[in-house]
């Protein structure tokens, strides 16, 4: 018999690891970049490329059920301007170094992400009457992602658990939806900030009952089901080539 017992609903924040280079070259770069003349004419339309950081947050429904991390990565696409309109591609990747551990009635719920990707579109509107050249986009697509999710026991009586640890490592693919704000500080040199929301879907990680509750039969099986939702605000450094 196949018993489904309680919902692990883990709303899992990305720990990534992202580098310090990353942030410096940032920092450097809107520090001592040139800027455009005020009221300058930016011209949008061009391929990129450029790093990303950031950080990710979560708050989930059990007691401490919550975290924060860091990300970084790489991203590149086009964008093409028709006027004030503005519309491209991009796509990103970065490694991840992200762990997620919850409790709940004698049971542990862990999920640890290596890798995150997204490939978007996107689509947005350069602002008037601003003294440097200002881009708002809104952007979508497909998020994907190196998950491992693992379950266990924390009782400190010796078969007296649910199950013993027991994990499931796949590649999750979902979606991912946000906004941003991108400033041109030279003709080639482009700052930004944006959040991302991305579902990753739900995943099931099944165990054994050992010693179980509700009357249940030792072996039992038991399902347990994660769902990895994902907030992230990040900084962008991108350079413009080509037009």
Same mark, same amino acid.
């Given at each position: ?44 339309? =061009? ?39 503005? @519309?491209? @591609? ?49 952007? =979508? ?6 998950? $491992? ?53 739900? $995943?099931?990680?099944?165990?054994? %009952?050992? @010693? %179980?509750?509700?009357?249940? $039969? ?26």
């Amino acid at each position: 018999m196949h018993t489904r017992h309680g919902r692990l609903r883990a709303i899992t924040p990305a720990k990534a690891g992202w580098t310090g280079t990353a942030l410096l070259l940032l920092s450097v770069t809107a520090a001592s970049a040139q800027s455009l003349p005020d009221g300058a004419i930016h011209d949008w339309t =061009g391929f990129f490329a450029g790093v990303t950081a950031g950080a990710w947050i979560a708050r989930g429904r059990f007691v401490d059920d919550e975290g924060a991390g860091l990300l970084g990565g790489v991203r590149t696409g086009y964008n093409h301007a028709f006027g004030p309109l503005v @519309v491209g @591609v991009e796509a990103d990747i970065g490694a991840a170094s992200i762990h997620q551990r919850v409790e709940a009635f004698d049971v542990f719920g862990e999920t640890d992400i290596d890798w995150f990707a997204t490939v978007r579109g996107r689509a947005g509107m350069t602002l008037p009457s601003i003294e440097v050249p200002v881009l708002v986009y809104g952007t =979508g697509g497909l998020a994907v992602a190196g998950v $491992t999710h693992t379950i266990g026991d924390t009782s400190t009586i010796p078969f007296a658990g649910l199950f013993g640890p027991n994990s499931e490592q796949s590649t999750r693919t979902g979606y991912t939806v946000g906004a941003g704000a991108e400033i041109a500080v030279t003709d080639r040199a482009v700052i930004g900030f944006e959040y991302l929301y991305t579902d990753l879907g739900q $995943t099931t990680v099944n165990g054994i %009952c050992v @010693v %179980c509750f509700g009357g249940s $039969t030792p072996g039992t099986p038991f399902a347990f089901d994660f769902d990895t939702k994902l907030h992230t605000i990040r900084a962008n450094l991108t350079f413009k080539f080509g037009g």
